[in-house]
């Protein structure tokens, strides 16, 4: 089993930035490709951003390409969401999981285990 706690989430303005990270423990952190999801009020949960367990592919939403970006440093066992340029439509509970492979995949349904998720407010 593999547990996740996120952190980093809080209110923000517009245009503002925050980091998410995602702690991982209970088994090897590198064997496991990491992904973050987020789902606002009302709507289905959704892919962010993903990145391979090896660190060398990630992957993005069109949504926030060219203002977020997905890191992991597999010495701390944490996965980032460096979140810049934040808009209101950004606002939602955002979720970090696991799956035990190298290919990151766009689907929630993939992923095995899954963080209790953290509160992004994005005021205009």
């Known amino acids: 089993q593999v547990q996740l706690a996120e952190s980093g989430g809080g209110l923000v303005q517009a245009g503002g930035s925050l980091r998410l990270s995602c702690a991982a423990s209970g088994r090897t952190f590198s064997n496991y490709a990491m992904v973050w999801f987020r789902q606002a009020p009302g709507k289905e949960r959704e892919f962010v951003a993903g990145i391979s367990r090896s660190g060398i592919n990630t992957g993005y939403a069109d949504s926030v390409k060219g203002r977020f970006t997905i890191s992991r440093d597999n010495g701390k066992n944490t996965v980032y969401l460096q979140m810049n340029s934040l808009k209101p439509d950004d606002t939602a509970v955002y979720y970090c999981?696991?799956?035990?492979?190298?290919?990151?995949?766009?689907?929630?349904?993939?992923?095995?285990?899954w963080g209790q998720g953290t509160q992004v407010t994005v005021s205009s």
């Open positions: 999981a696991a799956r035990g492979s190298e290919i990151v995949y766009s689907s929630s349904s993939a992923y095995d285990y």
